[in-house]
């Protein structure tokens, strides 16, 4: 028998065909090519991480016979005792009455947006989103084939309808949002527009994920409640919220350790928990040990560190953009974060203008089309200003302006 190539293809489940590359992880090949001045990828400034500290950690950890013993073995799904009392008082800090049994620790809050997508999204599901959006959360509830539903940028503070809103969609929808600092625009929710999604999730009965991933970074401002704070204080108890809290450390701390948890009422955390033991039984119980030690003592110093080093380069590329950008270019203005979402002329794309960036000026940012779960607009682009030095993002944003400003 003449032996045949399996046809992969055709065996994969129905599911993959919503799987597909993220253009954010492509780019960040980029990186390792020196010659590049990059805006592409949103994600911390090396320079910052407390290694010093997690060193000690790990020092102190594996040095112990009994601490090892511990660190190197199995452990529990729902995640390391000591570190989820912590995130219980962190929480409470921000308004949120919880206890460790409201609490799962997952490998990222990227692998909390997993499982919240195979516990609540049936295929033909809605999914509610703005837009634009995380495009991290659309790779992750893709493999569940979800129907996305785009919610206008100004929906919530101009009002919407929501029979309209749902018209021909299943009911019930999981509504994925970040007010604080959101990836791709660095925008936030007011708390006018906060009360408005928490209004309109009771009228469409919307289990909401809140994804708080950059709320630690603030520099300007003042800071609003959460959604789950918000929530708690209309219902009364966290038992009775349809707020999901995904909370991490890898902004702040550092995203080797994969240290991310979900917030939520116990009824939910109990079948997360189911999930994430058929997923990877846990978290490294090692990485959650010294994560637990990291941020016993001076996270809020380390964090204050974090917000002034973020701050600075955020003024600095808003100041740059003020200063080099042509007329007809717009674009947001954080308080907090790492992200600018740039409007560029109309009729331009932001995918052409990458390739022109990258092959006449050496320089990568992120087009944003990517971002949109159904109508895209191609005429933007992200700017992540966590990586480059302040004189890198003027120098970067003077190419980038020379270049808009060159047409094409």
């Given amino acids: 028998m003449t032996p045949t190539t399996p046809d992969w293809a055709a065996r994969f489940s129905d599911r993959m065909a919503r799987v597909r590359a993220s253009e954010i992880r492509e780019l960040l090949k980029l990186l390792d090519q020196p010659d590049i001045l990059s805006f592409a990828g949103g994600i911390p400034d090396p320079g910052l991480f407390p290694a010093a500290r997690i060193q000690a950690g790990y020092e102190a950890v594996l040095a112990d016979p009994e601490l090892s013993r511990q660190a ?20 409470a800090r921000d308004g949120v009455a919880c ?6 620790l997952t490998a990222g809050s990227q692998q909390a947006l997993d499982l919240i997508g195979r516990l609540f999204i049936s295929p033909g599901g809605t999914v509610i989103v703005a837009a634009p959006t995380y495009l991290g959360a659309l790779q ?20 919407v309808d929501p029979d ?9 929808p999981l509504g994925y949002f970040v007010p604080d600092f959101a990836n791709p625009t660095g925008q936030s929710l007011t708390l006018a527009e906060r009360e408005a999604l928490l209004d309109l ?22 800071p609003a409640p959460t959604l789950l704070a918000l929530d708690i204080a209309r219902h009364g108890s966290i038992e009775n919220a349809r707020t999901l809290f995904c909370g991490t450390l890898s902004k702040t701390l550092s995203p080797a350790l ?7 009422p116990r009824a939910v955390i109990e079948k997360l928990v189911l999930l994430k033991q058929g997923a990877d039984l846990h978290v490294s119980t090692v990485n959650q040990m010294v994560a637990h030690r990291a941020v016993s003592e001076g996270y ?27 007329a007809s270019v717009s674009w947001s203005k954080p308080q907090g974060g790492m992200f600018v979402w740039v409007k560029l002329p109309p009729g331009m794309d932001g995918a052409a203008l990458l390739e022109r960036a990258l092959a006449e000026e050496r320089l990568a940012f992120v087009p944003g089309a990517p971002f949109f779960a159904e109508s895209a607009d191609a005429n933007t682009l992200r700017l992540s200003y966590s990586l480059p030095t302040q004189a890198q993002i003027d120098d970067g944003v003077r190419r980038l302006a020379g270049l808009i400003g060159r047409g094409g």
């Avoid at 206890?99 to 799962?104: A, G, L, P, V």
């Avoid at 992750?140 to 009002?159: I, M, R, V, W």
């Fill in 99 to 104: 206890d460790e049994h409201n609490i799962i």
């Fill in 164 to 172: 309209a809103l749902m018209a021909g969609r299943a009911p019930g």
């Fill in 258 to 264: 994969r240290i991310g948890w979900v917030c939520g």
């Fill in 300 to 326: 809020d110093q380390h964090l204050g560190m974090l917000r002034a080093a973020y701050g600075a380069k955020a003024h600095a590329i808003l100041a740059a953009l003020a200063r080099h950008m042509p």
């Fill in 140 to 159: 992750a509830f893709n493999p569940s084939q979800p129907d996305y539903l785009d919610l206008p940028e100004t929906a919530l503070s101009d009002g």
């Fill in 201 to 222: 999730a009771e009228q469409l009965d919307m289990t909401l994920v809140e994804d708080a991933a950059y709320r630690e970074l603030r520099f300007d401002g003042e």
């Fill in 72 to 91: 190197l073995q199995y452990s529990v799904s729902e995640g390391y005792l000591p570190l989820r009392r912590w995130i219980t008082e962190r929480m």
